[in-house]
């Protein structure tokens, strides 16, 4: 422990508290199966707690990703057939990123298996929304080399098409390749028959032009027929929380009276007021809460300069 005697006013930003799972019991239960991406305890938050200090009610909103690279490939919001372990669809994988976890809920393990064909190249176009999240496309394969050079050792510099950064992501075992569908269930391990339903129905409902199952747009659907077959799985966790102690437009720090209790202030994720409206955050813009505690931390300092 270490004691901090501080002359002027104390700005907690220590993050949230993804890692704490009495606290995600809490304030956020409906994440709780989703794993946490980092060791935040939330011990700002409780501190803050303990000095009488208030916190945003329950629910509180997430901040939740699929896999991450360098070894997991992009585009997890892509609305590609999305399976669980048993085989069987999930819903509608064309609907925002943000919400897209929480259809995985519903599954033994949490999480989901995008399933697609060697034709990718011919419908992935079609499944490309720059409006609709982040994470909704694959970016450029000079996006995704330079990504991965900066975390790894990987030589990427003949990465130039699609297939390669798809390459690379097989080597990791991250996504799978496979002949036939029964190998590709064996590799995943999923359980085959179902899934072969789940894809002989898929392709009706593309055939037919309507997904009366989900209703998911036409132009979103693909069939899988042609080898080799792919598949990802998606594993959604809890990058962070949003949600803190109650503030004032001074980022100081108020108590359940909405009186400030001098000298203390909050900043990022361990501030409140901020995400609601929703349990989980739009991820239109990436660094939304890195932004919010740059700037809000950057003005409680400024307050703290202020003789009053």
Not at 22 to 39: E, G, I, T, V
Not at 219 to 240: D, N, S, T, W, Y
Request: aromatic share 12%.
């Amino acid at each position: 422990y270490l004691r901090v005697n501080a002359s002027k006013a104390v700005i907690v930003c220590t993050g949230g508290y993804e890692a704490n799972e009495q606290m995600r019991d809490k304030y956020l239960s409906h994440a709780n199966r989703f794993r946490a991406l980092s060791d935040n305890q939330g011990e700002g938050l409780q501190m803050g707690l303990w000095v009488g200090a208030d916190i945003d009610p329950a629910p509180h909103a997430s901040n939740i990703h699929y896999n991450y690279l360098p070894s997991d490939p992009f585009g997890s919001g892509l609305p590609w057939l999305r399976v669980n372990k048993e085989g069987q669809r999930l819903g509608n994988e064309d609907i925002a990123y943000s919400f897209l976890p929480f259809l995985d809920i519903y599954s033994e393990e949490a999480a989901c298996y995008q399933i697609f064909d060697a034709d990718y190249d011919k419908y992935y176009p079609k499944m490309v929304d720059h409006g609709a999240g982040i994470f909704r496309s694959v970016p450029s394969p000079q996006f995704i080399a330079d990504a991965v050079s900066l975390q790894t050792t990987e030589d990427t510099s003949t990465w130039s098409d699609l297939d390669k950064t798809w390459q690379y992501y097989l080597e990791m075992g991250s996504m799978v390749k496979a002949n036939t569908l029964e190998e590709l269930a064996s590799q995943l391990g999923i359980a085959y028959e179902p899934l072969q339903k789940t894809i002989e129905r898929y392709n009706e409902l593309y055939d037919s032009g309507c997904d009366v199952d989900f209703g998911k747009k036409p132009e979103r659907m693909h069939a899988i027929r042609k080898a080799p077959f792919f598949g990802i799985r998606r594993e959604a966790c809890v990058l962070g929380t949003l949600n803190g102690l109650v503030i004032n437009t001074h980022m100081q720090v108020l108590d359940r009276d909405r009186k400030v209790i001098p000298g203390l202030y909050a900043a990022g994720n361990a501030s409140g007021g901020r995400f609601f409206g929703g349990i989980a955050q739009a991820m239109v813009a990436p660094a939304t809460t890195i932004s919010r505690a740059l700037v809000w931390g950057y003005l409680a300092a400024l307050d703290i300069c202020v003789d009053r």
